[in-house]
Nanobody, 124 residues
């Protein structure tokens, strides 16, 4: 099993940047495809970005493409968020999917492990 802990959330003005990090323990992160999701108040959790086990394939929600970048190394997965907008305000969750393939995954039910979330607030 893997345990995930997110960090790096906070308050930023619109147009600013934040970097989130998801650190893993318990099992090698290379065994998992990874993803970031977010949930705003009163809304369902939604896909943000995903990265394959090798890091060679990435995928982004249309709403963040060109502004967010997901990356990974052996122990953590990062989400660099630039040009932030008030609508990016949400709790951001890191997730891990134990898969044998090299694909990315954009549906939350495909992930078996989740972090506790970190709040990102973008003021206008």
């Amino acid at each position: 099993q893997v345990q995930l802990v997110e960090s790096g959330g906070g308050l930023v003005q619109a147009g600013g940047s934040l970097s989130l990090s998801c650190e893993a323990s318990g099992r090698a992160l290379s065994s998992y495809a990874m993803g970031w999701f977010r949930q705003a108040p009163g809304k369902e959790r939604e896909f943000v970005a995903a990265i394959s086990r090798s890091g060679g394939i990435t995928d982004y929600a249309a709403s963040v493409k060109g502004r967010f970048t997901i990356s990974r190394d052996n122990t953590k997965v990062d989400l660099q968020m630039n040009s932030l907008k008030p609508e990016d305000t949400a709790v951001y969750y890191c997730a891990a999917a134990a898969r044998f393939s090299t694909a990315t995954y954009s549906r939350d039910y495909e992930y078996g492990y989740w972090g506790q979330g970190t709040q990102v607030t973008v003021s206008s």
